[in-house]
């Protein structure tokens, strides 16, 4: 199985600031057709999971801007810049490129 | 604007049976792969099946294999979870999700 790795598993971040979130794999997501399967979600208090990121660095419709991806075939970062008060709660990398599909243990971002 | 609404959690005791449904909208549902991915209380997500959009394969992993049991009825825009033998660790929250869209989430608990 993939196992996904991410750091820190807390942050605590003043409003305004950026913050960063690092996921790697024990594998290569990168699949033959070039795509590399990882994908971050946000899971607000009391929420289901709401994807931000899909194929490492693509946008969700809706999520803002202040939201980015990036990456290699193992390393992978979730970048939030200007953090405002909505973006708290626990953040997830997955993985679907293959069975079983796997998800870091998460990172929780606190405002300071 | 895409909805996934999960039914039929509740309280079961260990050995039992419990089917989940997701009624899904906002899509065209026969063109996509379905799953179902699940959350212990207070823990991270753990992928539970997937189903091809025609429901022609299926793909479990290993905690759940031969246990549970995923469907659905592309004329109703449904999907199905069938779980037997029902142990205390599956005790969760289940999401129907296609990765990109969530649902809200129903609560299964397994205990005497």
């Known amino acids: 199985d993939i196992v996904m790795t991410q750091a820190p598993l807390s942050v605590s971040v003043t409003p305004g600031e950026s913050a960063s979130i690092s996921c790697r794999s024990s594998?290569?997501?990168?699949?033959?057709?070039?795509?590399?399967?990882v994908y971050w979600y946000l899971q607000k208090p009391g929420k289901s999971p709401q994807l931000l990121i899909y194929r490492m660095s693509n946008l969700a419709s809706g999520v803002p801007d202040r939201f980015s991806g990036s990456g290699s075939e193992t390393d992978f970062t979730l970048k939030i810049s200007r953090v405002e008060a909505e973006d708290v709660g626990i953040y997830y990398c997955?993985?679907?490129?293959?069975?079983?599909?796997?998800f870091g243990a998460g990172t929780k971002l606190e405002l300071k | 604007e895409v909805q996934l609404v999960e039914t039929g959690g509740g309280l079961v005791q260990p050995g039992r049976s419990l089917k989940l449904s997701c009624v899904a909208s906002g899509f065209t549902f026969n063109n996509y792969w379905m799953s179902w991915t699940r959350q212990a209380p207070g823990k991270g997500l753990e992928w539970v099946a997937s189903?091809?959009?025609?429901?022609?394969?299926?793909y479990y992993p290993d905690s759940v294999k031969g246990r549970f049991t995923i469907s659905r009825d592309n004329a109703q825009n449904t999907l199905y979870l069938q779980m037997n033998s029902l142990r205390s660790e599956d005790t969760a929250t289940y999401y129907c999700t296609r990765f990109y869209y969530w649902g809200q989430g129903v609560m299964v608990t397994v205990s005497s």
């Open positions: 997955g993985q679907l490129l293959e069975n079983p599909y796997t």
């Open positions: 189903i091809t959009n025609s429901g022609g394969s299926t």
């Open positions: 594998k290569s997501l990168l699949h033959s057709n070039g795509i590399t399967y």
